[in-house]
């Protein structure tokens, strides 16, 4: 009985992880639009986005099986890719086809029954973009961290589209030069397993190790490039229709600098293992900046 119930254990364990349950933090953007207008008190419109970040959560773990089927023989040949579950092979191949399948499908369902045609356009876009990403873009260097920012941006467009909360041009410029800059973490911090495994490029990718210089710096500009965006926001007439004193906002730059320079010392250290925003959910310090910053945003308003 003991042995069986370890066993059943693991294969949890194993489809937990096959899954990227920890990686449904990223989901949390849809939310992002209901903050930035304010509306976060509207209670009637906390079920669409919590449906809304459902959806998401089951389209992106479809898409995470079909990547691992796709990188299959290159995640066996990973330092780290290769203990995941289907490299392992701890499971089944076809069982995670089926599961793949059952879960856009469910993830479509759910849109096409509960939230507006906007929303299922944009999490259509998202299955699509994903799919193409997993089987064609991610190969060719540069583009790929375009499409994952890209990613992380349709988030918050069906965040928004969920809530019928128009997504200002700010907050898209925001978040595109914000996530392509986290996009570039990931590549530096494979780049350094790479490296570190004496290995000259990682299969499957469009990069060298000879690359490092230049993805550092394009992701520390992209990075601080989101702060300009935000400080061009406060001297706008946008912000003074939401933000009684909207000076006050002007305390996120130093924040968000600081976040941004940290996320990038630990990526050059190579003490990033994991997506910049999983380590920011679980990260004391990311806490502390973001309620330190939701303390600026309300004193703001």
């Not at 930035?36 to 419109?45: I, S």
């Not at 929303?119 to 089987?135: G, H, I, K, N």
């Not at 250290?269 to 679980?282: E, Q, S, T, Y």
Request: overall charge positive; aromatic content about 12%; some cysteine.
């Amino acid at each position: 009985m003991d042995a069986k119930f370890r066993s059943e254990v693991r294969f949890l364990d194993s489809w937990s992880r096959a899954l990227r349950l920890h990686q449904w933090a990223k989901n949390f953007l849809v939310f992002v639009p209901l903050i930035a207008a304010h509306k976060v008190q509207h209670t009637e419109l906390l079920m669409p986005a919590m449906l809304a970040f459902l959806c998401f959560g089951l389209a992106a773990s479809s898409a995470y099986v079909l990547n691992d089927f796709l990188d299959l023989d290159a995640d066996r040949k990973h330092p780290y890719k290769r203990d995941r579950p289907f490299a392992a092979g701890e499971l089944s191949l076809a069982h995670g086809g089926v599961v793949a399948f059952v879960l856009s499908l469910t993830a479509m369902v759910i849109a096409a029954m509960s939230l507006p045609p906007a929303f299922v356009a944009v999490l259509a876009a998202y299955l699509a973009l994903t799919t193409l990403y997993s089987a064609y873009l991610k190969r060719f260097a540069l583009l790929d961290v375009l499409t994952l920012a890209g990613l992380y941006t349709l988030r918050i467009i069906g965040g928004g589209a969920a809530v019928d909360v128009p997504v200002s041009f700010w907050l898209l410029a925001f978040s595109i030069f914000l996530f392509l800059s986290l996009a570039v973490v990931k590549r530096v911090t494979e780049l350094l397993a790479v490296r570190n495994a004496g290995d000259h490029s990682p299969a499957g990718r469009g990069y060298t190790v000879d690359d490092l210089p230049v993805m550092r710096s394009l992701g520390i500009a992209s990075g601080y490039i989101s702060v300009l965006v935000l400080a061009l926001y406060i001297n706008s007439p946008a912000s003074q229709v939401l933000y009684r004193r909207p000076e006050v906002i002007w305390l996120l730059c130093p924040l968000l600098l600081y976040w941004i320079s940290r996320v990038w010392l630990l990526a050059s250290r190579d003490a990033m293992h994991d997506d910049p925003i999983v380590f920011a959910a679980f990260d004391r310090v990311s806490w502390i900046v973001l309620a330190l910053g939701a303390a600026v945003a309300w004193t703001a308003s």
